[in-house]
């Protein structure tokens, strides 16, 4: 694959001819704590960490999807630098660049997790992932490269005629082509791998830093690869990083299908065979998780994004920057569990709702992947959850009725009770999830299941919380008993976000630090 220069804008003249393609709207931001931009103002993802010139840089996207929105609206590239990660003060390019000002070939927005590394030339190569225009392959997502004198630009396409990767070119595939990571081998040789659900791509690139140099080759050793994958070198060993997805209830990676960890794994060359060796950073409180890790001076950070900002959320992401720390007494070294930093906890707040505390099982334990039981006490309610933010039910064959017991490590009292459902079929529908045709509140009395008495109203809407008081039990455990909606024929599945256990006045209220489920019978372990 031959590069091409436009004729009127040769390389050496980069700042002259592409005055226009990036941003110079720098401002200093003071980060006093995890993520770098906490107030919501703007959101960053999908973060790319390189050093240049003495100072740590993160290339980032943007998150600009509305509150409820359910998709990657990411219309252009951030950039934030700094020259000391403890001092908290970053300089921040919120409109660093846009895929359509640099790739004319390319769609607009859609500016999805790119990288910049520095080639032998000494030039800055960003390699971004891109829709192309009228492209007539299946999946039009295609890897563009664009070239800088600096690290801050301006950027011009350095391979203008198109992209260096598609379903296409340079040889034809059927994946999603995203997600690109670059390696500058100490030889100066220059390693490229991209790939995305499953699939993952590697390849070494001629010296031009865009044409494909001898055969690709398909990963599959990685444990639960997903997406993200991450390039780097330490001691002569080479790490790749990824963002895995192997789901279920004993699962040292994610309880949730549609949540992910970050794991690695290690190989003695570029190209391969890779070894799993483990998970370095356990899922955040985004669903996506996208990471980039990097020697900056005498240590090793690692950038990732979560949903830890002012309105954050799973399509509202911002990065986050922690330590690395390595197990050097293991051959090869050991990427220790990376221990998140968070935004200061507020003062804590009197509550009525003692259900954080409580340890959980239900029903349909261990529950299907794709929901996660603890979303039920974790204080969380999203505009338009996805299926891992409630506890649900679903399956071929619902039964006529499912439970979810609560159980605290002492007796407590208890006088009510809130849930709010969720459901994609009306009331009375025997497929899908729909409201429940009833449910009630029952507690242990150290023999059996007794249901609590004088209850209110057991309300099944889905728009906000349904309530219900009750006379005052003393209990370890509490039930809620759901009679599945049905047509007659067969049964619906029950879901809900969030089901508080209303102690009789506000307490302060300590969250059980525990993956331990409770007992059916309320048993004590």
């Not at 401002?27 to 006093?32: L, S």
């Not at 990685?222 to 990824?242: D, H, Q, S, V």
């Not at 979810?404 to 208890?414: I, R, T």
């Not at 849930?419 to 507690?443: C, L, M, R, T």
Request: aromatic share 12%; with cysteine; net charge negative.
């Amino acid at each position: 694959m031959k590069r091409l220069i436009p004729a009127l804008c040769a390389l050496p003249l980069l700042l002259a001819c592409a005055h226009a393609q990036t941003s110079s709207d720098w401002e200093t931001i003071k980060a006093a704590s995890n993520p770098i931009l906490p107030d919501g103002k703007d959101y960053t993802t999908d973060p790319a960490p390189f050093v240049a010139n003495g100072k740590l840089y993160i290339l980032t996207g943007r998150d600009t999807a509305a509150p409820g929105v359910n998709d990657f609206i990411m219309p252009e590239w951030q950039m934030l630098e700094t020259d000391d990660p403890a001092s908290g003060t970053w300089r921040h390019n919120p409109h660093f660049m846009r895929p359509e000002a640099v790739f004319k070939w390319a769609t607009a927005a859609r500016a999805y997790g790119a990288q910049i590394v520095q080639g032998p030339d000494k030039r800055y190569y960003m390699y971004a992932p891109v829709i192309e225009a009228d492209s007539k392959n299946k999946d039009a997502f295609s890897i563009g490269v664009a070239v800088s004198d600096g690290p801050e630009g301006p950027w011009i396409d350095a391979h203008p005629s198109g992209p260096i990767v598609s379903q296409s070119v340079p040889v034809a595939n059927d994946i999603q082509n995203i997600d690109p990571t670059v390696l500058i081998d100490d030889d100066g040789r220059i390693y490229f791998y991209w790939g995305t659900f499953g699939r993952l791509k590697g390849v070494e690139l001629e010296k031009d830093m865009m044409t494909f140099k001898g055969k690709t080759v398909d990963v599959s050793t990685l444990k639960g690869f997903f997406e993200a994958p991450w390039l780097f070198k330490r001691n002569g060993t080479y790490y790749m990083m990824y963002a895995g997805n192997t789901a279920g209830p004993e699962s040292e990676c994610t309880e949730a299908v549609y949540y992910a960890c970050q794991a690695y794994g290690t190989a003695k060359s570029p190209l391969g065979p890779w070894t799993y060796q483990g998970v370095l950073l356990d899922p955040v409180s985004s669903t996506t998780s996208h990471a980039g890790i990097v020697q900056f001076k005498d240590k090793w950070y690692i950038a990732y994004h979560n949903a830890d900002a002012k309105g954050g959320d799973h399509f509202r992401r911002s990065v986050s920057l922690d330590e690395v720390k390595w197990d050097d007494s293991v051959t090869p070294a050991r990427i220790e569990l990376v221990e998140p930093t968070h935004p200061p906890a507020g003062a804590p707040v009197p509550t009525r709702n003692i259900a954080p505390a409580a340890r959980i099982v239900a029903s349909n334990s261990p529950v299907p992947v794709q929901y996660w039981i603890r979303a039920l006490n974790d204080g969380k309610v999203h505009e338009n959850p996805l299926p891992p933010d409630t506890w649900g039910t679903w399956s071929p064959n619902n039964p006529k009725q499912q439970w979810v017991v609560y159980q605290w490590e002492q007796p407590l009292k208890f006088n009510g009770s809130r849930i709010q459902f969720w459901n994609d079929q009306p009331a009375g529908s025997g497929v899908g999830v729909a409201p429940p045709k009833d449910w009630h509140i029952e507690y242990w009395n150290e023999k059996a299941w007794v249901p609590v008495t004088n209850a209110s109203a057991y309300g099944t809407s889905n728009e906000g919380f349904n309530a219900v008081s009750f006379d005052t039990v003393t209990t370890r455990c509490l039930r809620a008993v759901f009679d599945a909606s049905t047509d007659g024929k067969t049964y619906a599945a029950v879901a809900a976000q969030e089901w508080e256990a209303l102690y009789p006045k506000p307490v302060l209220v300590e969250a059980a630090d525990t993956k331990e489920p409770a007992s059916p019978v309320c048993a004590a372990n």
